[in-house]
Structure formats: C-alpha cells, structure tokens
C-alpha cells in the first residue's frame, strides 16, 4: 500500500467511524466494555447566573496555569489574574507527592501575588485533563496517565485528595477543590456560560478528547455533561507507521485516536515517514505553510532536521507527507464530533455551538478549514448547524465557573476550623 493511500480517510471511511463511535459510546454508557470512558462530570451546564470570584488550577500538560475569575452572572465574567508555569520532566515522571505539592506551592505564589482577600476561604476548581474515574463533582481517580506524565502514585489514587493535602501542607487550608473538572469540561463550560446552544466541548491540543451535555430523557432527571475520552477510541485503521509509533510509545495500545490526531504524536508519525527523529506537529504546521515557490522554507527546516530535501521533487513530497498526516487527522477528527452531535440530536434539528480549543486546532494552517470541509461532506448543508467556535484558554474559566456552581456544598464535608476563616466568618457576620 502507498504512503498516500495508507493514511486516507474517505466518506464511507468517516460514515463507519461515525457507527462504530455510535455503537462504543452506547456500550461506554450502559457500563459495558468500551473504548471509550464516557465518564459523567457530575455537573450540568452552567446558566449564567452563576457569581462569584473562583480560582481555577488548569494542568493539561507541561504547562500548567492558575487563574483568578470574577463570575458576574448574566453570562458575564473577567479574569482577575493569571500566572503560567512549566512542569519540567522530572516533575512529571518523578512522585506523584512532589508532582502535588509543586502545583500547591504555585497556587501559593499566585495567591500571594495575584489573588486579593487572600486567607479566607477559597473555592477553586481543579482542571485536570487525564482520564479519570469521576465519583463525584469534587472527587475522582486517575484511570491512567498521557501525554508523556508519568508521576508514580497517581494512578488510581483520589486526584481531589491529593491536591487538598498539598494545598494544605502548604498552609492554604482555606483553600479547598469545589471541581474537578476535565478541560473538554471546563472549554464547555466556559462557552455555554454565555452561549445556551453550546453543548458540545472539544480539545484539540497535545492530546485529545471531546464532552457533550446529555439532555435528560426522562422528564425531572438532570442534565449532564459526560466526558467522552474520545483519545482512546480505537475502532480505526492503523497502517505500519501508527503501530510503530503506538510500540515506541509510553502506553502502547491506549490513546489509538489520540496518537493520529493530536500534536503529541502528528509530528512523530510524520518522522516515522521521512525517517527524522526530532519531528514535530510545529515543524508540521510551518512546513504546510510554505506557499513559496521553491518550499524554501521546507528546504531549511528538511535541513536541520537531517532530511534530504536538494530538490523541488524532494520539498514537494516532505509537504504531501504532512499534508496526508494532518489531513487524516482532521478527517477523523470530523467524524468523531459528528458522531458526538447526532449521538445527542441525531436529525441535527436544533442548532449547537461547538467550543473548541488546542494548539493544533487554532495553529495548524489548513486543520480547521479541512475539519469543517469534512462536517460538509458528511451532513451536506445541515453542517451549518453545527458551529465551531474557538474558545481560547476556556478550560480554566469553565472549571472556575463549574466551581461557582458547586461551591456552596463543599465546605460542609471538610472539617475547616483555621484562624484566618473564623475571622472571615466574623467579619461576614455569620
Ligand atoms: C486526556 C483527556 C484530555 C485530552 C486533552 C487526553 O490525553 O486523556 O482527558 O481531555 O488529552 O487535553
């Protein structure tokens, strides 16, 4: 089989996708084994009433962010303060204590720096993008780590509980996790805070995945949003270069989607390829934006990376190559969020926003373009029901305003007797 035919994904190929995600995600629901988690986040949409000011601890990856958000209700809201952070590799593959208390002594910093009225309590909520087991709106354990984490004594363990410990540990016992809060969650959230058709969330980014509100079938039960985990579906075609990269791996076997769509992995597959180690989704991304006549600027980075690349016959093949890769990748892209809305309206007779974000979806030159196309092809012209709205730096926010939502409950489990909120409680009067 040729490179090219290899990583194609036609029409019929989405239309199967779109079944068999159907058909896992019923199994993922009914408690059955399933590819995909379908994990519920024990929280609805927000309505936009929701007031307030909520710190938020965002970890998706090696960077890692805390804000400060003032919810004003009436859809409206403001950052307060944000500070990023990187997490070097020896915290994400040393222990899982050193990994906690590192993110506490941030929350630290941030709230001696940033966060005003600091000592009384706090609710915050905890973005963790990691497939979790959720047991409840402010607790869950970590099913198994990705995008290169490693942290021993994580997996399996309450991620709520470690992270009250190390704030505690660090002195910030009036600071207590409200919800946890994966980041397709908190991306929902953040958009349907104002925006009531919203009900789809998706990253596109390192890694990959997707959540949507299930509306409530039976009349009085809740809405809820359910976390697809969409990353580890694995009802796809692989050629030789997926199941080279999927051995070379640090979980091979899991994130089958995940490792031909996300920027962990698009660029390695594009190295598997054109035989260069160092190769990256950004590589990817500059290559495909070479219009130049001569590919001069895929001849200067074929160079650094040790590819071969004198001639115009050479340039021309490295771009296909990445063309192929991350065309397929927005393909199956496509059919995964078309199996997500017509699994919640499958005639598509309302309208739904789809809150999007993830380097590879707003970076990559042609992904989101070509991820539309595809939604055409499938649905014709009832794909302009579907409207994909990038919502940058939403996976903070939403878990602050998830927060907001959950707040009230939390105080009651957790035996809170510190100075600094007997003295916020007599100042409030309470
Ligand atoms: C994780 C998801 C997360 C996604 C996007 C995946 O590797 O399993 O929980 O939502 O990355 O960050």
Known sequence: MDIKESFLITLGDMRKIIKDFHREMEKGLSGRKSSLGMIPAYA???????????????????????????????????????KNFTLNKNIITGSGERLFLFLASRVNDFIKSEAQGSGRRRELGFTFSFPVNQTG??????????????????????????????LAKKGLGNIKVAALVNDTVGTLAARSY??????????????TNACCAERPRTSGADEMIINIEWGNFNKLRRNSYDKELDRRSENPSHQVLEKMVSGMYLGG??????????????????????????LSRVGAIAGRLGIRAATPMERRFIKE???????????????????????????????????????VYEKH????????????????????????????????????????AAASKIWRHHDYKSESDRHAGEVAGE
């Open 365 to 404: 030159p042609h992904f989101a373009k070509r991820m539309k196309l595809a939604l055409r092809e499938i649905f014709g012209s009832k794909a302009s029901g579907i409207r994909i709205v990038l919502t940058k730096d939403g996976s903070g926010k939403g878990a602050a305003i998830i927060a907001a």
């Open 321 to 359: 190559v990445c063309c192929l890769i991350s065309t397929r990748a927005s393909r199956i892209s496509a059919a995964a969020l078309a199996a997500v809305v017509t699994k919640i309206d499958p005639k598509l007779s309302r309208r739904h926003t789809v809150a999007i974000d993830g380097s």
């Open 137 to 166: 709106i402010a607790s869950g354990t970590l099913v198994k780590w990705t995008k290169g984490f490693r942290a021993k004594g994580v997996e399996g363990a309450d991620v709520v509980k470690l992270l009250n410990e190390a």
């Open 269 to 294: 597959l594009a190295g598997l390829v054109l035989g260069a180690g160092s190769f990256s989704s950004r590589h990817m991304s500059e290559i495909e934006s070479d219009v130049s006549r001569g």
């Open 44 to 82: 609805a949409r927000p309505t936009g009433s929701e007031k307030g000011s909520f710190i938020a601890l965002d970890l998706g990856g090696t960077n890692f962010r805390v804000i400060e958000v003032e919810l004003k209700g009436g859809g409206k809201s403001r950052i307060l303060g944000v």
């Open 194 to 207: 104002s925006d009531r058709a919203c009900d789809v969330g998706v990253i596109i980014g390192t890694g």
